[in-house]
């Protein structure tokens, strides 16, 4: 993992070929106006298992394109899980979704597209 994700202390929990499961609890800095959980640090933990997955081949791959939908709110102290699942590669390009979860519950989805460069 790189530098962001260790500030805010994204833990790994799985890696595996073409997969990956991260960590993370909504602290107080992660708080937007309303008070409930900023939605671009569950984009941060959601792309960053789909970075791990995708280069989990040993390969250098990057995002090509990127989409969440955000499905519940996210609180102070919710602890939250990403898991990352590759479903299809062609060529050089990937499709992986990424499901972020509080205990049974989904709280966003996430699709990335990538492409490896080398």
Wanted: glycine share 12%; charged share 20%.
């Amino acid at each position: 993992m790189g530098p962001a994700e260790t500030a805010i202390g994204i833990e790994e929990l799985h890696v595996g070929e073409g997969t990956a499961r991260l960590a993370m609890t909504i602290t107080e800095t992660m708080l937007n106006v309303h008070g409930t959980g900023h939605g671009g640090y569950v984009f941060l933990l959601a792309d960053s298992a789909f970075a791990i997955a995708c280069n989990s081949p040993g390969s250098v791959t990057v995002a090509a394109s990127a989409e969440i939908d955000f499905i519940a709110a996210v609180r102070l102290g919710d602890e939250l899980v990403a898991e990352a699942v590759e479903r299809v590669t062609f060529g050089r390009s990937g499709i992986y979704d990424i499901t972020v979860t509080r205990g049974d519950e989904v709280v966003a989805e996430f699709r990335g597209r990538s492409r490896t460069i080398r």
